[in-house]
């Protein structure tokens, strides 16, 4: 329940505070007095959209305090959920500053909040009924919403909506997937050729660089031949390198027997002997086992040339070459992957679109069960309003699935007799939406904990018994929560249990708005110039006073 409201610098209000009771709370003034700049406030600090033009002109900032009683476990819950310190006697206090710069400042029990969480608490605390909300009965994409409401849906909802959105995510990546299906066979095919080539080839790093040495070696062999041949002959010939050290190792052996000094030099040229010998026997070897193979020189150009065209398509060398081949493989593997989710994709399609169904038809089935109920109550309570003669008709067409189900809800009314039921928009006029909303309000009333129900000129296009019951009405509706209402029927503001009037005035060449609370008195002096204007009589007033006297009357 809202117990009090401080405004500064708002509009042409320097500064106001209201202290609201429970029950009935009207404000009245005359047009343009600045009642809707109350409303202004309120919505500010509650989170909603706030421009720099609200700020009073001259004034650096403005600022709205609003200090609540008795709230609901969920905005205790939401407390909890943000991490705000509660009261201990369930009190909570909000506010919000907001200056020139366009920079605003908000605190929920006097921590620092952002305006979207102020938004979030006050969507608990403060229901707020305006002329435009009469909007949302002329639009049929807000009706599925009130039938939601009675419905008590909301986990239903919420499970369909999972579900949904799984389902079209299921279907947007299958129908990538189907898009590309034909261009990956085509490079799956193209993938598989290359992976054969490569792998047939059988490479090795190195390979390359390796027959082309190979081939350099054939392609001088006569030169080879030819210079270990004549090694071999320096080496080997009967006057050759090697008889000359035996001879000299033989001669050096035979002075050692006589001389030690000449053992070890003896021994040396024996070895160098040996050393020589096994060279030429190398040297004749690889003379005799090397000859030009054309064959062989044609199978390592042959295989080179393979390997050129291989790094011209795959990369410079056999490491680029194995490295592009890795890397197939891994497209390949992606690509047959790829099937495999097309086919797993679509078994979660079938799953999924049966669910849906399921949960889409228990989804009608408790619309349109609350929608029975929905337009017997509506209907009584139009009734009482002085529209005993309408139908209230809730239309349900099928449609196609979309994330809120397969319902188009539309309200239909037929205000006379003999008449099929047409869309509200077509049929109801001003004051027949504001009976009609009022009406919808009340029949959802008990379907949330919101502890103050707010009317801004709910009475637009209203007047004789209708007002009367519009009053009666709200006056039973204040004794379940707190109500706050502006209007400017005498028969509304007589109900109230607590009366504010707003006045206008000029100092100075300034415009002032004041909120004033009304005694009795004051109140019969209020209703009185609601009722004839400002030149009151002693008659008039004696009217309003009696007006105030038959007030709180029960609803019948």
Do not use: W
């Not at 090694?231 to 050759?240: C, K, Q, R, T, V």
């Not at 869309?423 to 502890?451: Q, Y």
Request: glycine letters at 6%.
């Amino acid at each position: 329940m809202l117990i009090g409201l401080k405004i500064e610098n708002i509009a042409v209000i320097e500064g106001a505070e209201l202290n609201f009771e429970s029950g009935l709370n009207v404000m009245t003034g005359e047009t343009g007095a600045g009642k809707s700049i109350i409303i202004d406030a309120i919505n500010a600090v509650r989170g909603e959209r706030a421009s720099r033009e609200l700020i009073r002109n001259g004034a650096e900032d403005a600022k709205v305090y609003a200090s609540f009683a008795d709230i609901s476990p969920e905005t205790e819950n939401l407390l909890d959920d943000m991490g705000i310190e509660k009261m201990p006697d369930k009190t909570l206090v909000l506010s919000r500053s907001m200056n020139t710069a366009g920079r605003n400042s908000c605190r929920i029990n006097g921590c620092p909040a952002t305006v979207s969480a102020l938004k979030e608490i006050g969507a608990t605390l403060i229901d707020i009924h305006g002329q435009h909300d009469n909007q949302a009965l002329l639009s049929p994409d807000k009706h599925l919403g009130f039938i939601d409401k009675l419905a008590e849906n909301d986990a239903l909802r919420a499970e369909y909506k999972k579900v949904f959105s799984r389902l079209i995510s299921v279907k947007k990546e299958l129908d990538s997937l189907y898009d590309s299906r034909d261009e990956k066979a085509s490079r799956l095919s193209y993938l598989s050729f290359q992976i054969e080539e490569i792998s047939a080839a059988g490479l090795k790093i190195g390979e390359r660089e390796e027959l082309s040495k190979e081939k350099e070696l054939l392609s001088h062999s006569g030169k080879v031949k030819k210079a270990l041949e004549k090694a071999y002959s320096a080496l080997s010939a009967e006057n050759g390198l090697v008889a000359g050290i035996e001879e000299c190792a033989e001669s050096v052996e035979e002075a050692a027997v006589y001389y030690g000094d000449a053992e070890k030099a003896s021994k040396d040229i024996r070895g160098l002997f040996y050393e020589l010998s096994d060279c030429s026997a190398e040297i004749r070897r690889l003379a005799d086992g090397f000859d030009y193979d054309p064959e062989r020189m044609a199978q390592i150009d042959e295989r080179l040339d393979f390997l050129y065209r291989l790094s011209m398509k795959y990369g410079a060398d056999e490491a680029g070459i194995l490295d592009k081949y890795e890397k197939m493989l891994e497209e390949k593997e992606s690509i047959e992957i790829s099937d495999d989710r097309i086919a797993e994709l679509e078994t979660q399609l079938y799953a999924l679109s049966d669910e849906i169904k399921i949960l889409s038809a228990r989804l009608t089935e408790s619309r349109m069960k609350a929608a029975k109920k929905f337009e017997k109550d509506v209907a009584a309570e139009l009734a009482y309003l002085d529209m005993p003669k309408v139908r209230f008709v809730v239309d349900r067409k099928q449609t196609s699935l979309s994330s809120r189900g397969a319902d188009a809800i539309e309200f239909l009314l037929s205000a006379n007799p003999g008449q099929e039921p047409k869309p509200i928009a077509k049929t109801a006029s001003g004051g027949e939406l504001s009976r009609i909303m009022l009406a919808i309000k009340n029949v959802l009333s008990d379907r949330d904990s919101i502890g103050t129900m707010i009317f801004d000129e709910i009475d637009t296009g209203v007047s004789g018994s209708a007002a009367e019951k519009i009053a009666l009405k709200l006056y039973e509706v204040s004794k379940g929560r707190q109500v706050i209402c502006v209007t400017h029927l005498a028969r509304i503001a007589a109900q109230a249990d607590a009366h504010f009037k707003i006045e206008k005035s000029v100092k100075n060449n300034k415009t002032f708005t004041d909120v004033k609370p009304l005694d009795e008195e004051s109140r019969a002096y209020e209703i009185a110039r609601i009722t004839a204007g400002d030149a009151i009589t002693a008659l008039q007033l004696d009217s309003a006073r009696e007006m105030l006297k038959n007030s709180h009357r029960e609803v019948k």
